[in-house]
């Protein structure tokens, strides 16, 4: 019978399997077969159910302590382990399993990717004998940079900021080519996921009075007029164009995410002059005119340079004669390894994961050439602009603003 339960888990039958399982646990009480125990964790596993997996797992090595030695049950502990946050508990059992089955290098990668996810200590020696390990492994899945900028992050840590600097910048330099045509990201996923880096939530939070300052920037700088249309390019929830909405007749709101221009549509309900457009400003024109378009905190989510070329010719082509365009919020790429520099020697104060999260935004941000944007600009020949509010953040990223005025 427990062939058929694997049968229907190898189909992605979990229903069926979880049904047939502890049928055969039922009628086997109370001398349940450990096997079915364990497809039953498994199963609680694929169905994201990590509590009550290792809830089962501790039931059986209440009973049978031994079964810590076996590969499928540890597999399943220590992910769920893993998955819900604790990985000093999923990094012992990896660094067992992998005591178990030598051969699968997997479980050594997984050892590095708890101690940094969980701020677990990690020293460049360890960590270079985990990497000699890994070695084939590493190259086999094109891992490479990834474990040279873990090296980098360490050194960093431990005060060596030359020897980081040198072993990082290379892959960064390559990361941020404004040349390449096609966007790469050297986001370090394989050992530490990341929430979304950009967008108006993330940057302000709760934060109204930064809202409303910069909204009073915005609208100094657009020179709104209640007769204006506006466009807000990349809106996500609406927190500019409510206030847009305040000051003009008539407002749109354009997000490439259609999940986020569904937020916007219920955040913004009782707002009757705002419309709701799905777009990716990238890939296509707006299919409208305005005389006033705003797109804040867009750039640095785009991937290559010819993505932002497509924005600008886009941008320009929704604009009547006379209307103004802000582009606000971009990162200048003259800055981007004064950022690194800064990332790094900030590194011995904080935690690991820390420095790693602040590499992967550095690593996955959109940076601007400013005299190629210039240059692009002035082969449209469709009007004048200025480089404006030219700052420099905690980070050390230089940012700044981007004003087209049409002919």
């Known amino acids: 019978m427990l062939v058929g ?70 597999r399943i502990l220590a992910f769920s382990y893993k998955s819900l946050g604790k990985y000093e508990e999923a990094e012992k059992i990896y660094r067992r399993l992998a005591a178990i089955v030598p051969e699968d290098l997997s479980s050594l990668a997984s050892v590095i990717e708890c101690k940094i996810a969980g701020n677990l200590t990690l020293s460049l020696t360890e960590f270079d004998s985990l990497s000699a390990q890994l070695k084939d492994y590493i ?7 990834n474990y040279k900028k873990i090296r980098a992050y360490l050194l960093a840590r431990s005060g060596r900021i030359g020897e980081a600097l040198e072993e990082y910048l290379p892959a960064f330099r390559e990361s941020i080519s404004p040349h390449k045509e096609k966007g790469e990201w050297y986001g370090l996923n394989h050992v530490l996921s990341s929430d979304s880096i950009l967008g108006q939530s993330q940057r302000f939070g709760s934060n109204l009075v930064a809202v ?54 219920n955040n913004l309900k009782s707002s009757m002059n705002i419309n709701f457009m799905v777009s990716d400003i990238t890939s296509q024109g707006l299919g ?87 240059s692009m600009i002035r082969e449209l020949d469709v009007g004048s602009f200025k480089i404006l509010n030219m700052r420099l953040g905690q980070d050390k990223r230089r940012m700044f603003d981007l004003l087209i005025t049409k002919y």
């Open 212 to 265: 409303d300052k910069e909204f009073a920037y915005i609208r100094k700088t657009l020179r709104l007029a209640k007769a204006d249309s506006v466009v807000d390019v990349g809106g996500a929830g609406g927190l500019f164009a409510e206030r847009l909405s305040k000051y003009v007749e008539k407002v749109t709101l354009t997000d490439r995410s259609p999940e986020l221009v569904a937020a916007a549509q």
């Open 5 to 74: 339960v694997v049968n229907l888990l190898n189909e992605g039958n979990l229903a069926g399997a979880e049904q047939e399982v502890r049928q055969l646990i039922a009628d086997a009480n109370p001398n349940v077969p450990i096997d079915a125990l364990i497809l039953l964790a498994e199963i609680h596993r694929q169905k994201g159910e990590f509590v009550q997996a290792v809830e089962v797992i501790h039931h059986i090595l209440n009973q049978h302590a031994a079964y810590l030695d076996n590969a499928q049950l540890c």
């Open 288 to 374: 409208l005119t305005f005389d006033k378009i705003l797109m804040s905190s867009v750039t640095p989510a785009f991937k290559s340079q010819p993505a932002l070329q497509a924005a600008i010719h886009n941008l320009v082509s929704a604009l009547n004669p006379g209307g103004r365009c802000l582009v606000s919020n971009n990162y200048d790429i003259s800055s981007a390894e004064m950022s690194v520099k800064h990332a790094f020697e900030k590194a011995a104060q904080e935690p690991l994961r820390w420095l790693y999260k602040t590499m992967f935004i550095a690593e996955n941000v959109f940076w601007i050439d400013i005299p190629l944007l210039e």
């Open 139 to 145: 190259h086999e899945l094109g891992l490479d940079h």
